[in-house]
């Protein structure tokens, strides 16, 4: 029993490291994500003063400092003196910042200074009693903690500093660039949603594309003798180190010929020309690991190439196909060079939004935060929806015991 | 229906000859084993006619067509793999009807043949379960149903039974042969096993190394086996073989001196052999036919040999005697009674009605 309980005990330890690394690599992850969906629910001001830790921290003015300094006069309801009636927000709006207030204690009020200076509060219980009274008397109004203005702002791309969407709305209402109908600004060129309608039109033709064509090609590599198919798979391996920035020359010249530039079309066949290599040598790899058997079988009861293809071979590849969507989804989601140089700003993308987000607005990280994350939840809902076709042991019960 | 004729078949792989000039005549209905050792070619000659390798040279035949350009969907044949090659991402009820829907065969059909043949396999409770969730025994039989229920005119199995054990294997030969049997298709079965072979053949096709060395009923193959290569590959333990014997004349006596000893050859061949007086020949005799003095069986040829005993297994009904006399071994299968015991000195009986004389050069039987 002893011994059991000992074995168990260094297994703990051993693993130690293990479970250290694990939960460090989820801290490394999920902090700055934790961090940047904090701050993109907050309101400008708040993300200015403090960091998204400080959330949890109580923001209610506390009264300690007036009970301190100020009920004897004022009373417990602020408005004990009549003259000066703290419970008023004229009065207090007076007040713009701690030094207005501070002056009013060198005052003589009844013959007496307001308050001697040995009783004055110091500059942090100026600021409490500031607050307190600002809040009580509803000079300002309180901000909310969370808001979900700053995706609103950036879904319609509403970039102005200082206000919001909806202020400006209400305050000064449509203007030529503005209806203040939320899904009708949404959808004008520069606003974000547009960008992200704009990235999925880019990349789920991109991904499904080059999927498609690899599985056909890989097909043909895995299971058709046909003159020069070792050579062809070398020369498609070796198209993989072929850099991009290379051919961007040729092939804007190129779509220039075709009239291709600025088109979703152009953008696509980059994507998918670039994407197939990879897609090809790790279909064909999967594919060629199916039992041959199993496709043989499938002839046999007549099916032709093409309804293998489709009926057996598809079905057992999904854990690459799933693979590979993910791989060539994020990557095109989170290109910007390709879009930025064949879509520039005709029909621009998410991350080409970003980018411009980042020139108009130097200091609105509450806008990019939540840009940003919109742009990095999508590839997070994909990567979610496909990882449950990672599955295991597809292939079992096909062939053997 | 239909019979299948291999007419100089050749398939080599570059300088590599996996089939050497076969030819083969089955007639419709017949069961036709194919058997041999790894690597001999058995699989291929079966993958040239289901259409799954391209034939090198010569012609295959079904009925009486030339199969070599027809596609595999289109020689009305169905394969049972080793492997089974069930497909595992479909119910054992699709498994079965995907060869039937390819062929645009009617919905109501399908289901009646579907059931038919899954109620004669006795699988018919299985249908809605996937591949992964049977036994090997029933993968087996759903393999077997997913070929038969097409009703193929040939129905090829490349060694179905080696991924079974032991005990299912026993039943599913008699599975298989019986199924022969109420469907009365031909049948072509490849394995390296010679008791599946025997068993189940009606004719066995022997090949080796590309070759088809004798093909012949089981009894025949038995009894009379044309070469050393059958002889020795037919029958289990397997014939003793003498290699350095020869054949002389003595007095009206015609002896085979094996050089451990000498036995006499009956009379009635006497006239066979005569043309090989003096040459060299291989002298065997299979453990069967080796009785152990004390009991020798009635109506046999009896030439006493006398052979220390190196190795005594029982095996209850009998008794495996590894005999050795001047450094050769040879095995004789004796009666359980027998008293033998290791290191004893021994006299045996060889049956020289049944014994076998081959040319020591072409290895062919002296017929």
Redesign the interface.
């Known amino acids: 029993m002893n011994r059991v309980l000992r074995e168990r005990l260094i297994s703990i330890i051993n693993r130690i490291p293990l479970h250290v690394a694990v939960i460090g690599l989820c801290l490394i992850w999920i902090l700055p994500t934790l961090g940047l969906l904090i701050t993109s629910f907050r309101p400008q001001q708040a993300v200015n003063e403090t960091g998204w830790w400080e959330v949890v921290k109580s923001q209610e003015p506390t009264s300690t400092a007036y009970q301190t300094y100020c009920t004897d006069c004022h009373g417990a309801n602020l408005s004990a003196v009549p003259s000066i009636d703290l419970g008023a927000s004229d009065v207090v709006s007076g007040f713009t910042n701690t030094r207005r207030l501070a002056v009013t204690f060198n005052r003589e009020y009844n013959g007496a200074v307001h308050i001697p200076e040995d009783q004055r509060p110091d500059d942090e219980s100026l600021r409490e009693i500031l607050d307190y009274l600002r809040i009580e008397s509803g000079a300002i109004k309180m901000p909310p903690r969370f808001t979900v203005n700053n995706y609103k702002d950036v879904m319609v791309g509403y970039d102005a500093r200082g206000g919001t969407y909806d202020q400006a709305c209400e305050e000064e209402g449509p203007t030529p660039t503005r209806s203040c109908d939320f899904w009708e600004d949404a959808t004008r060129s520069d606003a974000i949603f547009k960008g992200v309608l704009n990235s999925f039109a880019v990349s789920i033709p991109s991904t499904i594309l080059p999927i498609l064509l690899a599985g056909f090609a890989a097909y043909a590599f895995a299971w058709l003798d046909f003159r020069g198919r070792k050579v062809m798979f070398a020369l498609l391996v070796g198209l993989q180190i072929v850099p991009l920035q290379m051919t961007l020359v040729p092939v804007f010249r190129l779509y220039a010929d075709l009239g291709l530039n600025g088109s979703f079309l152009g953008v696509w066949l980059f994507h998918t020309g670039f994407g197939l290599p990879y897609a090809i040598y790790l279909m064909r790899n999967f594919i060629a690991g199916l039992?041959r058997?199993?496709v043989?079988?499938?002839?046999?009861?007549?099916?032709?190439h093409w309804?293998v293809f489709r009926v057996?071979i598809m079905?057992?590849a999904l854990p690459a196909i799933a693979a590979l969507s993910i791989f060539q989804f994020m990557w095109v989601w989170n290109d910007l060079l390709v879009a930025l140089i064949f879509l520039g700003n005709k029909a621009p993308v998410l991350t080409y939004q970003l980018s411009q987000l980042m020139d108009s607005l130097g200091g609105g990280w509450h806008r990019m935060t939540a840009a940003a994350f919109i742009s990095m939840a999508i590839p997070l809902a994909v990567f979610l929806l496909f990882q449950r076709y990672f599955v295991r042991?597809?292939?079992?019960?096909?062939?053997?015991? | 229906m239909a019979s299948v004729s291999y007419r100089n078949v050749w398939k080599r792989w570059g300088d590599v000859v996996a089939v050497h000039d076969l030819n083969i005549d089955i007639p419709d209905g017949e069961f036709l084993v194919f058997v041999g050792p790894s690597g001999c070619g058995k699989s291929t000659s079966l993958r040239m006619l289901?259409?799954?390798e391209e034939i090198s040279d010569g012609e295959i035949l079904i009925g009486d067509r030339v199969v070599n350009n027809v596609?595999?969907?289109d020689r009305d044949?169905?394969?049972v793999?080793?492997?089974?090659?069930?497909?595992?991402?479909m119910t054992v009820y699709d498994n079965m009807a995907?060869?039937l829907r390819?062929?645009r065969t009617p919905k109501q059909v399908i289901d009646e043949r579907v059931r038919e043949t899954a109620a004669s396999l006795g699988i018919e409770q299985l249908l809605d379960r996937?591949?992964?969730?049977?036994?090997?025994g029933q993968?087996q039989r759903v393999a077997v149903g997913?070929a038969i229920v097409?009703e193929p005119a040939v129905f090829l199995l490349d060694e179905p039974l080696s991924?079974l054990d032991a005990k299912l294997r026993v039943e599913a030969r008699t599975f298989i042969s019986k199924l022969h049997q109420r469907l009365g298709t031909t049948f072509i079965y490849v394995t390296h096993d010679q008791v599946e072979a025997m068993t189940m053949g009606q004719r066995i096709a022997v090949l080796n190394a590309g070759k088809l060395m004798q093909i012949d009923t089981p009894t025949n193959l038995y009894d009379h086996p044309g070469n050393v290569f059958v002889a020795g590959f037919i029958g289990s333990p397997s014939m003793n073989f003498f290699d350095n014997s020869t054949l002389f004349e003595e007095g009206g006596k015609m002896i085979v001196d094996t050089g451990y000893f000498r036995v006499e050859v009956q009379k009635e061949r006497h006239e066979l052999y005569r043309p090989h007086l003096g040459k060299k020949v291989v002298f065997g005799i299979r453990p069967d036919n080796i009785a152990h003095s004390q009991f020798v069986p009635p109506g046999i040829i009896p030439a006493p040999v006398e052979a220390n005993v190196d190795v005594v297994e029982e095996m209850g009904h009998e008794k495996i005697l590894y005999l050795e006399e001047g450094g050769k071994t040879f095995l004789a299968r004796v009666d359980p009674r027998s008293d033998v015991r290791v290191g004893q000195r021994t006299q045996v009986i060889f049956n020289m009605a049944v014994m076998h004389l081959f040319d020591a050069e072409t290895e062919q039987a002296l017929q």
Do not use: C, T, W
């Open positions: 039992p058997e199993i043989e079988s499938a002839y046999l009861d007549g099916a032709g309804r057996i079905p057992l042991g597809l292939l079992s019960g096909s062939v053997k015991g | 289901a259409g799954l596609a595999p969907k044949i169905a394969m793999f080793q492997s089974y090659a069930l497909y595992p991402h995907f060869g390819l062929r996937r591949p992964r969730q049977l036994s090997g993968r997913r097409r991924n």
